[in-house]
C-alpha cells in the first residue's frame, strides 16, 4: 500500500475510507474516495491505490490516465508493473506493454512477458480477422490517405508482437510512407526489442539497422541538445516566434532519427544555418530543409 501522505483533513478522510474500502475489494467507494484525495494532492502516493481501485472496475483507461504521469515510479516495483500491465492489456494494448518492459532484465520481465504471450495468444483466438486485417492494411500504408495512414496507426496497438513486425517491416523502406511513420514504426520496433535486421529509408540513403541495438526516440540525446542550443541562440527577443520555431525544429529534427549525428555533425552550424534559413537566406542545409519542411506539410495532408 501507497506511503501515506500529508493531506488537509477532509482529503485525508476520504484516503482513509478508500484505504479501508480497496483492502475489502469495494472498489467502487475507494475510487470515489480517492479521486477526491488526488484532487488535492496529485502524487504517486495517491495514484497508486486510486489506479488499483480502478484496474478492480476495470476502468483501465482512466487508471492509466493516472499512473502515465507517474510512469517512472511505477516502474519500481514489481507491484505496481503488474498494475500498468494490467491496464495495458486491459486496453488491448500489446505493444505499450511490451515497451514498458524493454529495459527490465531477462529474470525480472520474464513473468510479465508471459502474461502478455497469454494475453495475446487470446486475442489472436478471439479477434484473430481484425488483426490480420489491420496486418494486412498497415502493411502497405503507402497505398492509404494519410488520414487512413493516420487512423490505422493509431489501432496498432492491438498487434501481437509478431504481427507488428510484419506490418511494420515493410513501410520502413517506402518511401510513400511520411518519414514521421516509418521513425514511429521504427522506433515501436525498437520499443519490443525486435533483434533482427530491417532496412530502413533514411534522408539519404537505404541503411541495415537492428532496432533492439538503437536507443528509441525517448532516449536519445542528439535532437534535444540541438533544441536546447537554438532556444539559447532564439534569446527572449520575440518569445512567440522562437517556441513556434522551436516546436517545428523539434519535428523536424526527429525527422532525421536514427542519424541525427550523422546528419548534424555540427549542432551549432545547423542552429545558424536553421535561423538563417527563416529569415530567407541560402545555407548548406538548404536541401535537407526543403526535404523536412515536404515532410512536415504531409502531416496535415487530408483524405
Do not use: C
Not at 502524487?43 to 499512473?67: D, R
Amino acid at each position: 500500500m501507497a506511503k501515506m501522505v500529508s493531506l488537509p483533513d477532509n482529503e485525508k478522510r476520504h484516503f482513509d475510507i478508500g484505504e479501508q474500502a480497496l483492502q475489502k475489494g469495494n472498489y467502487a467507494s475507494a475510487a470515489a474516495h480517492f479521486e477526491k484525495a488526488y484532487e488535492a494532492d496529485q502524487s504517486y502516493a495517491i495514484a497508486q491505490p486510486l489506479a488499483a481501485s480502478l484496474n478492480g472496475l476495470k476502468q483501465f483507461h482512466e487508471s492509466l490516465n493516472v499512473m502515465l504521469p507517474h510512469y517512472q515510479a511505477f516502474m519500481q516495483t514489481d507491484a505496481d508493473v503488474q498494475l500498468m500491465l494490467d491496464a495495458w492489456l486491459g486496453t488491448l494494448n500489446f505493444v505499450m506493454a511490451r515497451g514498458m518492459l524493454r529495459h527490465f532484465d531477462v529474470v525480472r520481465r520474464a513473468t510479465f512477458d508471459r502474461q502478455i504471450d497469454a494475453a495475446e495468444a487470446l486475442a489472436l483466438s478471439s479477434r484473430g480477422e481484425q488483426i490480420a486485417s489491420l496486418v494486412r492494411k498497415i502493411s502497405h500504408l503507402g497505398g492509404f490517405s494519410r488520414q487512413e495512414q493516420q487512423d490505422l496507426f493509431s489501432q496498432i496497438g492491438i498487434l501481437p508482437k509478431a504481427a507488428l513486425v510484419e506490418a511494420a517491416v515493410p513501410n520502413l523502406a517506402d518511401q510513400t510512407v511520411p518519414v514521421a511513420m516509418r521513425v514511429s514504426l521504427l522506433d515501436l520496433l525498437t520499443s519490443i526489442s525486435y533483434n533482427q535486421p530491417v532496412r530502413y529509408q533514411a534522408y539519404d540513403r537505404i541503411e541495415t539497422l537492428v532496432p533492439n541495438e538503437l536507443p528509441g526516440m525517448a532516449e536519445e540525446k542528439s535532437g534535444p541538445a540541438i533544441l536546447t542550443q537554438l532556444q539559447a541562440a532564439l534569446g527572449d527577443d520575440d518569445q512567440e516566434l522562437g517556441t513556434a520555431l522551436v516546436q517545428m525544429a523539434r519535428v523536424q529534427i526527429a525527422f532525421l532519427y536514427p542519424d541525427i549525428d550523422r546528419l548534424i555533425p555540427d549542432p551549432a552550424a545547423f542552429v545558424q544555418a536553421y535561423l538563417d534559413h527563416h529569415q530567407g537566406k541560402s545555407t548548406v542545409f538548404d536541401q535537407l530543409f526543403a526535404w523536412q519542411t515536404a515532410e512536415t506539410a504531409k502531416l496535415s495532408e487530408q483524405a
